[in-house]
């Protein structure tokens, strides 16, 4: 992007008032023959990203800096922020709001949110979002616990393949409600839901059933197929992600008819940030409106037919009954949400798509080198988006501390975050790939993986 302040009408103008015919016209008095006409000898301008990533490639040569090439995700993924989001969120109107209870002096931070909602329901296909969730996790427990209050059903399906803390939190929050929560291991061959599986355990008792896409082994779940069976058995379908940036480039799932949508939003211009901050998505469709737990912005329009902004929903216990409330969300994740929104709105759809697609690219990419190595195995065989499972020789996690010493953060081993599967996942690492890394880091790491 140029950061020129005129328009080609605002020069036009002060050329006009200054009697001039055109810029170069200032330069007369300049005598010819002392004007370059060459282009300068300068490299070609770089985009932010680009200047960032040299930069920081200059400060590695450093004496005792080191350099990482880094392809650690598993829910939080080094993806570019870009340098607009950190500047606005920053501006105090922003930085130091409140819970908005009063409309009348919130109408900036009510705007953010409910511009937020809006785009993250364009992004889903959804009917309306809150902004109130912590994190994936969170978020995925309380579209489970609004599942509950939505059928009178006592049982849940969960994928085998949902990231294994999101099943963690999932059991915290639920079990003293959802009185049957049942884990379907994933296919063996593809790391896929496996249909079949869940077919067998839907029921009478049944109430939803809830997968990933992209799952925690990056595979990409034919949800058209899940959507049918879940209508054909009666059942609500929830869809949890870890990746919200895969949604530029797959097809979103309420194009699907999915009930419910849940998961981490930080892949939308948050940084890694050490863990947190993250932002919670939920998104529901709209018959589903008084169920949603947290808080909702609406517009309106005032007495003068200015448009407005105020929570239309807020329905924890603080505003209403206790034993009405839907949930004890007590947060309202606003400088997260207005982070998101800002890098949706930069980006645009197209943006979002060249991005998304930029990451599916480079992990092909990877994922062929690997497979023409013939050293290293890929041992799911279903599409992936930006995350893929590599099977090595021996333990990932000591080839992982071998990496470590070069200065590679190979990615997160299986064995690690599924110690009840059999051995085999000891020697699985789950790799992610963003449109930060370049041909040179696929190239290091494949190198790396094949010296294992």
């Not at 355990?201 to 809830?210: E, Y």
């Not at 990746?243 to 892949?267: C, F, M, N, S, T």
Request: glycine content about 8%; some cysteine; proline content about 6%.
């Amino acid at each position: 992007m140029r950061y020129l302040p005129n328009t080609e009408a605002d020069v036009r103008e002060m050329l006009a008032a200054i009697g001039v015919p055109s810029t170069d016209a200032l330069f007369a008095d300049i005598p010819e023959a002392a004007r370059t006409v060459e282009r300068l000898r300068l490299p070609e301008a770089l985009s932010e990203p680009e200047l960032l990533k040299t930069v920081a490639e200059l400060g590695a040569r450093n004496p005792g800096a080191t350099a990482r090439r880094s392809f650690l995700g598993a829910g939080a993924y080094d993806r570019y922020v870009p340098a607009a989001i950190d500047l606005l969120v920053s501006r105090g109107e922003f930085y130091t709001a409140y819970t908005p209870y009063q409309p009348e002096i919130s109408q900036g931070t009510l705007q953010a949110v409910f511009e937020y909602q809006s785009m993250v329901c364009g992004l889903l296909e959804m009917d309306l979002s809150n902004a109130s969730m912590y994190d994936g996790a969170s978020a995925l427990a309380e579209a489970v616990w609004m599942v509950r209050r939505l059928s009178r059903n006592p049982k849940v399906i969960l994928a085998g393949a949902l990231h294994p803390d999101y099943l963690r939190v999932v059991r915290t929050y639920c079990e003293p409600f959802v009185h049957d929560l049942v884990t379907v291991p994933p296919s063996d061959a593809t790391g896929q839901v496996d249909l079949e599986a869940v077919e067998r355990a839907l029921g009478p008792d049944t109430a939803a059933m809830v997968v990933q896409s992209p799952s925690f082994f990056g595979t990409v779940e034919d949800l058209e197929a899940l959507a049918a069976l879940a209508r054909s058995r009666g059942v609500l379908l929830v869809v949890a992600f870890t990746d919200a940036l895969a949604w530029g480039l797959l097809k979103p799932p309420g194009r699907y008819g999915v009930d419910i949508v849940a998961g981490e939003g930080q892949a939308l211009g948050l940084p890694l940030s050490f863990g947190g901050p993250y932002l919670g998505v939920l998104t529901a469709r709209g018959q589903y409106v008084r169920s949603m737990p947290g808080r909702m912005v609406g517009r309106t329009t005032d007495a003068r037919g200015e448009p407005g902004y105020v929570l239309t929903l807020s329905t924890r216990e603080q505003h209403i009954r206790r034993e009405r409330a839907t949930s004890n969300i007590c947060t309202n994740q606003g400088l997260c949400a207005l982070a998101s929104a800002i890098y949706l709105a930069l980006l645009g759809p197209q943006g979002l798509k060249r991005v998304a697609t930029a990451s599916h690219l480079l992990t092909e990419r990877l994922k062929a080198r690997l497979v023409a190595g013939g050293k290293v195995r890929l041992p799911l065989s279903a599409p992936t988006f930006s995350e893929v499972v590599v099977e090595l020789p021996r333990d990932a996690g000591a080839v992982v501390a071998d990496g470590l010493a070069e200065g590679l953060l190979a990615g997160h081993p299986l064995g690690d975050w599924a110690p009840e599967r059999p051995n085999a996942w000891q020697n699985r690492l789950l790799v992610a790939v963003t449109e930060k890394h370049s041909l040179a880091d696929l190239e290091a790491l494949a190198t790396f993986l094949e010296r294992q």
